[in-house]
């Protein structure tokens, strides 16, 4: 894998994993104080909503950006290891459930938002969407954690995690 693809890799697994763990957490802090000062939890989740909404057009870019490295990465490889494949699955899903979550719940979740005050039927589809969205954004961050572990356990650990750059070589000829 070139040292322009393995940046990008890095990069987009870093977004969609600890970017999108960072999100979970602000948004659940975030509640959490509003909840302390006496805003119903749907109230102050449903202010946070827009968070989410610009956070998943990032983690689409974060996963197409994934998808042409790793596609990249199965074209020039030519020995695949099993922790390899393994990483390739990781980052599919990953990947998959990044389209699903942008894709697939964001866009329903945003039309309904402005209709969940004063539409019951909508503020259950909303609820739903959310309790749905939270298993796909978990399933994202988890497959993206993985992806970005898996080379750690290779036998050239140093040369699979962008050791390639010339502090690294710098650091090992000291």
């Not at 890799?9 to 509640?31: C, E, W």
Request: hydrophobic share 55%.
């Amino acid at each position: 894998m070139g040292t322009f693809t393995k940046i990008a890799r890095t990069l987009s697994l870093v977004m969609l994993s600890g970017g999108s763990a960072a999100i979970v957490f602000a948004a659940v802090v975030l509640v959490k104080a509003a909840t302390a000062k006496g805003i119903p939890v749907a109230e102050a989740a449903t202010a946070n909503a827009p968070l989410f909404i610009a956070y998943s057009r990032v983690a689409l870019g974060s996963a197409v950006v994934l998808l042409v490295a790793e596609i990249l990465d199965l074209i020039t490889n030519k020995n695949k290891t099993g922790l390899s494949k393994v990483r390739y699955v990781s980052s599919i899903i990953s990947i998959i459930a990044a389209f699903v979550f942008a894709l697939g719940i964001v866009p329903p979740l945003e039309e309904l938002l402005p209709m969940i005050a004063q539409d019951p039927a909508a503020h259950e589809k909303f609820h739903k969407l959310h309790e749905m969205s939270r298993v796909i954004f978990g399933i994202s961050i988890l497959g993206a954690f993985a992806s970005l572990l898996i080379p750690l356990f290779g036998k050239n650990e140093q040369t699979n995690v962008l050791a390639s750059s010339s502090a690294a070589k710098a650091v090992e000829t000291t």
